[in-house]
């Protein structure tokens, strides 16, 4: 945590001209979202840009809710920032380290055990065996998974899968969270359980990137926006105008 407690006002990311480019026609995940795009088959190049010339800086302890129509760059951005991706064009710098809550059975290994999922994940974010060992009942507690600690990670329900998950990262020391929405294949109590413990976070000092389609939640813990849309950031800007573009580009 003694990161995110040096909010003096200096950069904590810095995201200079990113751009990702991918091939089209392979995999299944674009071409659907293509499909209700209405894009054209015929005249699509090989190649597209998910994001382009996406610039833009973060202080320590900011909130950023993350809005655009599905498929405009949402993930691809967080993707890079947790640096899973990486950008075709310019840089992203992060000044620590990143806990990130994203397509989360990629970062879980599926026939290991949620014991040795939580240890091999908290080792890989910088934990070591004592302090895992510590956190590991309040982890295994918050995520209400205490009758399937030893079954493999595969098995579990998509919700349990995302309560683990949450629970864990949110018990890392990163200072930086970034939040997809699988946050809401949760249920209800449990969604009000992670909103409460990102609030404690956010009052740590950390910095969170929200990717919402929920206005009440984009506004409860985020002030400020980006919007994007198709691969460029529109819009820069306190929460409450991204969210009044965006309504009004796209009204409901
Ligand atoms: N690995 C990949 N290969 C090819 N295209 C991809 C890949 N990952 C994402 N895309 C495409 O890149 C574009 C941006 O996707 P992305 O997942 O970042 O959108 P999003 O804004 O997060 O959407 P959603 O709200 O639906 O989650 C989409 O057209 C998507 O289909």
């Not at 290994?109 to 949620?114: A, C, E, I, Q, R």
């Not at 030893?150 to 995302?162: A, E, I, N, Q």
């Not at 992670?194 to 404690?200: L, T, W």
């Not at 950031?233 to 991204?242: F, K, M, S, T, W």
Request: some cysteine.
């Amino acid at each position: 945590m003694g990161t995110a407690s040096s909010a003096t006002g200096q950069t904590i990311i810095s995201a200079q001209g990113l751009g990702v480019r991918f091939r089209r026609n392979r995999g299944s995940r674009r071409s659907f979202k293509d499909l209700f795009a209405g894009r054209s088959r015929r005249s699509r190049p090989g190649e597209f840009w998910a994001l382009r010339d996406v610039t833009f800086e973060v202080r320590p302890g900011e909130a950023i809710g993350v809005v655009g129509r599905n498929g405009q760059g949402k993930s691809t951005l967080l993707k890079l920032v947790a640096g899973v991706l990486f950008p075709d064009e310019g840089s992203v710098r992060v000044d620590g380290g990143v806990a990130p809550l994203i397509e989360i059975t990629g970062g879980f290994v599926g026939d290991l055990t949620v014991r040795d999922n939580v240890h091999l994940a908290a080792g890989l974010h910088g934990l070591g065996k004592r302090e895992i060992a510590d956190r590991f009942d309040a982890i295994i507690g918050f995520a209400g998974a205490e009758e399937v600690i030893d079954t493999p990670f595969k098995h579990l329900s998509s919700g349990m899968k995302v309560r683990v998950a949450f629970s864990l990262i949110s018990q890392l020391d990163e200072p930086v969270l970034l939040v997809d929405e699988v946050l809401a294949v949760g249920d209800k109590a449990f969604r009000a359980k992670c909103y409460r413990r990102i609030e404690e976070l956010l009052t740590e000092g950390r910095t969170l990137f929200l990717v919402s389609h929920n206005e009440r939640d984009l506004r409860r813990f985020c002030s400020r926006g980006l919007y994007l849309d198709g691969g460029r950031l529109a819009l820069d800007g306190p929460i409450d105008e991204v969210l009044e573009r965006y309504a009004q580009d796209h009204p409901a």
